[in-house]
């Protein structure tokens, strides 16, 4: 009998398997090693310093016997990571998590031109599930979750980049999150036909190197932090709901997401920083097919 040519055609008898960003932080590392411990699955890393992914990977290993966790390198806020990853990427995605944050207290730009906030809170989570799109709709059933907050607030769709408004990290960082809430509003819609569901929550107070630079500790554990998003990416709920917020595992209400209007608008420019209209410097259109890096 002949083997399936994709990965699509046998996707239930394989491990499921979970892309982890933000894996070296205090949250993402939970995340990383409670879907370890889940029976049946892969988790791969994504990081962008290798010392600290070797070392991560070796810690959840141990901690979970689980062997199959390794690691990716990505700098998320680089647009050409981020299609680098997809394009050596092989076999299926069944669990995307979103979790990857910084929130500098200085106004830095990344090489491509792109305030970092904005470039890794927002257009980091925007890209992956962007490119990763087709490799979920085949492996799908799917799940995208999107570590969000409930310290969100203050979106200028005209000023995403702070380059109006004088810079605060603790503005950028508020604004990014709610961004991240009303992506994945919008993701939600346009891939829920696909069976991928895209839901976004709050993990939890974390005493994390981000939540110092915002001048906070954090009362939870980072195993508290893991809890939500892990049990949106493993509960059939997280499957069955789509396009909700969840804070502790409730649903809460979001109000970011219901105005539709910013909602499209948001996705709209994000959508542009990709296709060329907003990429800084460093790339250049070449022609009606892609990119080239300069
Ligand atoms: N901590 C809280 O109280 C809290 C509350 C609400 C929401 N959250 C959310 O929870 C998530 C995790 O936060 P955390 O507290 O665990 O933060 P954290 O400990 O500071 O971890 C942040 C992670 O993101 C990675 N990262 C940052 N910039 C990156 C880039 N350009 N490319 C690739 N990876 C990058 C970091 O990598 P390195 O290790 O290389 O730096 C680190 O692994 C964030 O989305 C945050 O907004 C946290």
């Given at each position: 009998m002949a083997l399936p040519s994709d990965f699509s055609s046998n996707k239930n008898s394989g491990p499921r398997v979970y892309l982890v960003t933000g894996a070296t932080g205090a949250i993402g590392k939970a995340i990383a090693r409670k879907l370890a411990e889940t029976g049946n699955s892969e988790v791969v890393l994504v990081c962008r310093d290798q010392n600290k992914a070797e070392q991560t990977v070796k810690e959840i290993m141990d901690l979970t016997g689980n062997s199959r966790v390794r690691f990716e390198l990505a700098d998320l806020s680089r647009y050409s990571n981020i299609r680098r990853l997809v394009e050596r990427w092989t076999g299926p995605l069944h669990g995307l998590i979103n979790n990857a944050a910084c929130?500098?207290?200085?106004?830095?730009?990344?090489?491509?031109?792109?305030?970092?906030?904005?470039?890794?809170n927002v257009l980091g989570y925007f890209r992956?599930?962007?490119?990763?799109?087709?490799?979920l709709k085949a492996s799908a059933p799917a799940r995208?979750?999107?570590?969000?907050?409930?310290?969100?607030?203050?979106?200028?769709?005209?000023?995403?980049?702070?380059?109006?408004?004088?810079?605060?990290?603790?503005?950028?960082?508020r604004?990014?999150?709610?961004?991240?809430?009303?992506?994945?509003?919008?993701?939600?819609?346009?891939?829920?036909p696909f069976h991928i569901a895209v839901n976004a929550c709050h993990p939890g107070d974390v005493n994390s190197t981000l939540s110092n630079d915002l001048g906070f500790g954090g009362h939870e554990t980072p195993d508290?932090?893991?809890?939500?998003?892990?049990?949106?990416?493993t509960h059939p709920i997280g499957q069955q709901k789509t396009g909700r917020y969840y804070e502790y595992r409730r649903v809460a209400n979001c109000t970011f997401s219901l105005d539709r209007q910013a909602v499209n608008n948001l996705y709209e420019r994000c959508a542009n920083y990709s296709t060329g209209d907003n990429m800084g410097t460093y790339y250049r259109k070449t022609n009606t097919f892609g990119m080239q890096e300069i």
């Open positions: 929130t500098p207290r200085t106004r830095l730009v990344t090489p491509e031109g792109i305030e970092m906030q904005f470039a890794t992956l599930i962007d490119e990763f799109t087709a490799i995208i979750v999107n570590v969000a907050s409930y310290w969100a607030g203050g979106l200028d769709l005209n000023d995403l980049q702070f380059t109006r408004r004088r810079y605060d990290n603790n503005q950028a960082y604004q990014s999150k709610q961004a991240d809430r009303m992506l994945s509003a919008a993701f939600s819609e346009k891939l829920e508290q932090g893991a809890d939500t998003p892990v049990w949106l990416a």
